[in-house]
């Protein structure tokens, strides 16, 4: 049986922006630190069979070109009018650019992602017209998907979960996918997802960021 074939759109602040609630702990490396979350989450994304390409929205130059040496597409951020917006244009284009297919948000800042894990997520949202996937605290989203020729119709920001409801999308409910639903946005966000385990890059930098044990 064929698997769901799936293009992520992943969007990228410029990183002298990214992460600014990791600015006190994590000092001149945050920029750093926020590219190596976006390594490791588009790496393990292309590693998952059910993705068929990675389009990364962002601004930065710099990172661009090494998400592109990893193997992702990549498309600026015209509408410069924030994540949303960033999202529905890259969903836009992944339907002018490869036909109308499954196409699903993600966050960019899943470093413990794991390929089978987001399989499973995939796979449940292929399901459903639209669906979505809370975040660790139930609060935020860190996946919404849409099925061909649906509107991605991205809430993203704050409080996403209830908005993604409220918008018709059926949310996820499986409970063994912890690596995709695990952001990182504060110094207490990084040390669960070191406790998953963390890709390479991440790995490679979080002895350098002041963590108090927690």
Known sequence: MSLPSWTLVVPLKPLARAKSRLAEAAGALRPELALAFALDTVAAALDCPEVARVLVVTDDAAAGAELVALGADLVPDPPGAGLNAALAHG??????????????????????????????????????????????????????????????????????????????AHELTLADVPSVR???????????????????????????VRLSPG
């Not at 207490?188 to 979080?206: E, I, K, M």
């Open 182 to 208: 695990r952001d990182v946005d504060t110094p207490d966000d990084l040390r669960a997802a070191l406790r998953l385990g963390t890709g390479p890059r991440t790995s490679a930098l979080a002895g350098l």
């Open 91 to 168: 969903a836009g284009l992944a339907g002018a650019r490869y036909g109308e297919g499954r196409v699903a948000a993600m966050s960019a800042d899943l470093p413990a992602l794991r390929a089978e894990e987001l399989g499973r997520v995939l796979r449940a949202a292929a399901g459903y017209p639209r669906a979505f996937l809370a975040d660790t605290q139930l609060v935020g989203t860190t996946l919404l998907g849409a099925g061909p020729g649906l509107a991605l119709a991205p809430r993203f920001e704050g409080g996403s979960r209830l908005r993604h409801a409220a918008s018709g």
